[in-house]
């Protein structure tokens, strides 16, 4: 069993900054890829990044060159560096891993972007 929990959203201006975690615990050996999702009101869970237990990223097309994602296999985290975040961010993101075939979710953490 693997438990996820994120931290880190908050409410930001636009044009701002913010950056998600996810740890995770439990029985790990190698949580493959880790990533994030989110879900803004009325639409659907989407893809924001992945990254793979050798660092290998993938980013959704309109997330690429704002966001970066990045993870720490000695302390099983992900991070989801936020740049530039418009409001159209605006939204619950998920933290999500991948274990044999199993797939884990965070709870997740809210994100608002507005003036």
């Known amino acids: 069993q693997v438990q996820l929990v994120e931290s880190g959203g908050g409410l930001v201006q636009p044009g701002g900054s913010l950056r998600l975690s996810c740890a995770a615990s439990g029985t790990i050996f190698r949580l493959n890829p880790m990533g994030w999702f989110r879900q803004a009101p009325g639409k659907e869970r989407e893809l924001v990044a992945n990254?793979?237990?050798?660092?290998?990223?993938d980013y959704a097309d309109s997330m690429k060159g704002r966001f970066t994602i990045s993870r720490d296999n000695g302390k099983n985290t992900v991070y989801l560096q936020m740049n530039r975040l418009k409001p159209e961010d605006t939204a619950v993101y998920y933290c999500k891993a991948k274990l044999n075939d199993n797939d884990y979710w965070g709870q997740g953490t809210q994100v608002t972007v507005s003036s």
């Open positions: 990254i793979a237990y050798g660092g290998e990223t």
